[in-house]
């Protein structure tokens, strides 16, 4: 069985991916590595983790303008997140998202941390505006 979520597009694309789940802001400037996309702040929820090619899931992001570059260096070097989930978006995140076509939603119909547990598969259809939970 799959659930289907309703949401609100920001970055247009489809990808599908494993749920990492990050209660914690995130700062692309400062809290991820660019050239491997590990988490090296050691003061995160998912410090040590890698973001590469995951359902990114996390309330929004915070810091710097700059880390909108930080989210297109991590395209460029194959590290980034497949797409990205926030319960509310803000520019940072939501520019790096589009400058990179990187799949962003936000604002689902249902709370994500409630819903999705770190290894869940789920697809984002952030063009059609929903995300599935894929079969547990």
């Not at 069985?1 to 802001?25: H, W």
């Not at 990205?84 to 936000?106: K, Y």
């Amino acid at each position: 069985m799959t659930i289907k979520i309703e949401c609100r597009t920001i970055a247009r694309g489809v990808a599908e991916g494993e749920v990492l789940l990050s209660e914690d802001a995130l700062s692309f400037l400062g809290n991820v590595d660019p050239k491997t996309g590990v988490v090296v702040d050691p003061g995160h929820a998912i410090y040590g983790e890698c973001i590469k090619d995951k359902i990114l899931v996390f309330p929004h992001g915070k810091g710097s303008t700059v880390g909108s570059y930080v989210i297109y260096q991590l395209k460029k070097n194959n590290v980034s997140p497949a797409a990205m989930i926030n319960i509310d978006s803000e520019p940072i995140v939501a520019v790096g998202a589009i400058i990179s076509d990187i799949p962003l939603v936000d604002r689902l119909d249902k709370d994500p941390f409630t819903i999705f547990k770190d290894g869940d598969r789920v697809k984002v259809d952030s063009t059609g505006g929903f995300v599935e939970l894929m079969d547990r």
